[in-house]
């Protein structure tokens, strides 16, 4: 049998009063996960402890550790999955038309969308007090470059600007969403995710469209 199978099974032969018992492997992790998303954001990362993850999960701390070796692995698996979740709903909207004026509005509503449905996972991959670890940094480097080279690209093919001169723009244009969004969330989301969405849509649309096309 698998260390994986002897884990769980272990932890269905004994389980502690009021904790669940075995998983499949990959619901377990999404288990875990979603534990560990809860006290992260309730005490951030320094605050939160692998004991409490544990028991927000029902499970024993060896099952916890048997799938995370500890606190800052199970910080950036949830990381590389909030981020993957935001670049797919950025990426498809800007695929989703091929018409520039439609792409910049569904991108900017789509990282709306994603702060106003999930609004604690935007907090704790911008507003993470583990911001300055190299490997959170480098992750998030690694998302704001991959979103900004898309929104540069689309640029880049619909005017007479340089690579350079898109990806600069593009850079621009995702710190926009990004600082606008988080402000709007601090707001309570006082504004309705539409109103504020076309704001933020028309001021990018309205720079973007006056460089020269290249038709």
């Known amino acids: 049998m698998t260390q994986e199978g002897t884990e769980e099974l272990s932890s269905a032969q004994n389980p502690p009063a009021g904790r669940s018992t075995r998983l499949p492997r990959d619901e377990r ?3 875990l996960l ?3 998303h809860d006290v992260f954001v309730a005490n951030g990362y320094h605050g939160a402890a692998m004991d409490e993850i544990a028991e927000t999960a029902h499970v024993s701390k060896p099952v ?3 799938h995370f070796p500890g606190k800052r692995e199970l910080y950036l698996a949830l990381l590389d999955n909030h981020l993957a979740s935001l670049t797919e709903l950025l990426v498809s909207a800007l695929n989703s038309t091929s018409d520039n004026k439609q792409r910049v509005h569904a991108t900017m509503h789509a990282y709306f969308e994603f702060v106003a449905n999930d609004d604690q996972a935007h907090r704790m991959v911008f507003e993470s007090d583990l911001a300055n670890d190299p490997d959170v940094s480098s992750r998030l480097e690694a ?3 991959k979103y900004a080279d898309a929104i540069a690209q689309v640029i880049a093919e619909d005017t007479k ?6 990806t600069l723009l593009g850079r621009a244009l995702a710190g926009m969403a ?3 969004a ?3 969330l601090e707001t309570d989301k006082n504004l309705d995710l539409e109103v504020a969405s076309e704001l933020i849509y028309r001021l990018a649309w309205r720079g973007i469209s006056r ?3 290249q038709s």
């Open 182 to 184: 988080r402000y709007w």
């Open 178 to 180: 990004q600082v606008s």
């Open 161 to 166: 600007l340089s690579h350079q001169e898109a």
């Open 34 to 36: 979603q534990a560990a």
């Open 143 to 145: 998302f704001n470059a």
């Open 64 to 66: 916890l550790y048997q």
């Open 211 to 213: 460089f020269p096309s």
């Open 29 to 31: 992790r999404r288990q």
